[in-house]
């Protein structure tokens, strides 16, 4: 039963780099989300999808790329990495509105810290 | 735009003592509420969840919120708290028909002294 899996878990790069966090669920849930945690703000919605082949933006997507070739993957992207992206990232993911309840379901996290 | 604002910060209790924790949202429509719970290093844990029915309901690990639709609120509550339930709780909606992304509030750390 693996869930929502994120990789890697931690990762440490340099700004201007660019960085890809992977995240794959085994549930075929249609929707697919990347939230940043960070001290004083809470969870902060990045980038969300419906469905494949389908995103949006969230609260704060500058900076950050994502795609959605595939139901089950959902690979965020920091295209040029910068120290204010330092965070700990969180996927997760749920069936859509209206069945199963919509509860979202999270990965544990991939840790980025930018120098 | 909608927001949720939970007003407590940091909350220190002694073991056994009671629990209350807010949360208000911003949004006059139909919403699914939520409260996640985070222990030190973890991911985010579901504990309880409001969609339609009794107000009041109940989650995991003695914890139950009630939701007032006149207030705009959803708090949790736990009669008498463990050291185990030191960590941080975040209160979330889901707005009606608007996708299925939460809007989290800035959350709340508890900290409970054996």
């Known amino acids: 039963d693996a869930g929502i899996t994120q990789s890697p878990r931690y990762k440490i790069t340099e700004t201007g780099r660019q960085v890809t966090l992977m995240c794959h669920q085994t549930?075929?849930?249609?929707?697919m989300f990347w939230y940043r945690q960070d001290l004083g703000h809470g969870l902060r919605l990045i980038y969300y999808?419906?469905?494949?082949?389908?995103?949006d933006k969230g609260e704060v997507p500058d900076g950050y790329v994502v795609s959605r070739s595939k139901t089950e993957n959902f690979p965020l992207t920091l295209e040029s990495a910068t120290r204010s992206q330092t965070s700990v990232y969180f996927c997760?993911?749920?069936?859509?509105?209206?069945?199963?309840?919509?509860?979202?379901?999270f990965g544990e996290g991939s840790w980025l810290t930018v120098v | 735009a909608q927001s949720v604002s939970q007003h407590n910060h940091h909350v220190i209790l002694s073991e056994a003592a009671s629990l209350e924790l807010g949360c208000n949202y911003s949004?006059?429509?139909?919403?699914?509420l939520f409260w996640y719970v985070q222990y030190p290093g973890q991911h985010l844990q579901l504990l309880l969840k409001?969609?339609?029915?009794?107000?009041l309901v109940k989650g995991i690990k003695g914890f139950e919120a009630e939701f007032i639709k006149s207030k705009f609120s959803f708090n949790l509550r736990k009669p008498s708290v463990q050291w185990s339930d030191t960590a941080e709780y975040f209160c979330?909606?889901?707005?009606?028909?608007?996708?299925?992304?939460?809007?989290f509030g800035q959350g709340t750390e508890l900290s409970v002294k054996p």
């Open positions: 997760a993911s749920s069936p859509p509105p209206g069945t199963g309840g919509n509860t979202i379901y």
């Open positions: 549930w075929s849930h249609s929707y």
């Open positions: 999808s419906a469905a494949a082949d389908i995103t």
């Open positions: 949004y006059g429509g139909t919403v699914n």
């Open positions: 409001y969609f339609s029915g009794d107000p």
């Open positions: 979330a909606v889901n707005i009606y028909n608007q996708g299925g992304k939460l809007i």
